[in-house]
């Protein structure tokens, strides 16, 4: 049924399941401090793109799943995701006092208040998950995969890495490949994840799962190379038309190595051959995740 939707009703209506599933998972009351209920929730809340948890729901869709028993995972990434961002805010890492057009966490609630509510955020992950894939009698080698898959993507060979490979990189970065390597680890690795997590619920065979990471991979880095575009034509509508010279100035990003034009086709590109490895899966309604592609394209903001 939902196939019929255009595209933004089908987005719309994900993120306002998702917004009641969250709420259901840390409701008025919860026994935890109110401080960290409320961090948590603040943060949470605050108005992200629900990228990830929209990949989770349409993988499982693709594949002929449930979206109900794809929820909690799809409740659980957004949990890490927003883990990461807080911690990515602090005064440690970058340093940043708004997050979705409000104060950061740490600036509300304080440094280690914004540490601990991401802890939280991150151990909660891995509860959700295991207990309501239970209420929705998802096998246990399933949800051991993706389990074991979200510990080894967010953690030090996936969205750690990137991280700390980036912030060492502000000393300065040589090569293309290093880019890559923290795009690849900081941000596709989620992407990944959240494909892979949406199949395992649906029960797809490995050679469906190698698809869903391959797409991931290909979107994953387009996003984030799109993220470095809109950041350098933003600064454009600032400070006038960017030059070869400015993004030279500017930090290193994709445009910084190979020029912006190069960059446009790059993520063109690379949605083609995100697209072309879904089509490799042979799932029964891919259409979603080719609107998904398309959809991270044309994104201007
Ligand atoms: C602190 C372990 C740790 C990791 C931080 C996510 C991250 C890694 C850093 C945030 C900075 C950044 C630009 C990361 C690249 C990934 C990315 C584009 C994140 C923003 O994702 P969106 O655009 O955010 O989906 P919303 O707010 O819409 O959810």
Redesign the pocket.
Known sequence: MNNRLPFQQYMNDICDRLDSELTALFPEGWKVPETLHRSMTYSLM???????PLLVIAACEAAGGSREAALPVACAV?MV?????????LPA??DDDF??GKPTNHKVFGEAAAILA?DALLTHAFYSIVQSSRKHGIPADRVLSIVEDLAEY?GPRG??G??VA?MEGEQGLTSLEQLEYI?LH??SD?IMFSLMAGGRVAGCSEAQIDSLRSFGKHIGLA??IQ?DILDLIGDEAKLGKPTQSDVKQEKVTYPFFIGLEASKREVERLTAEAKSAISEGNFPDPSRLHEIADFLLARDH
């Open positions: 605050a108005g992200g793109k629900r990228l990830r957004e995701h927003t883990y990461s961002l807080i911690h990515d805010d890492m970058d997050r979705r991401g967010a969205m750690v990137g991280q980036d795009h900081k941000t989620l996003f984030q993220d």
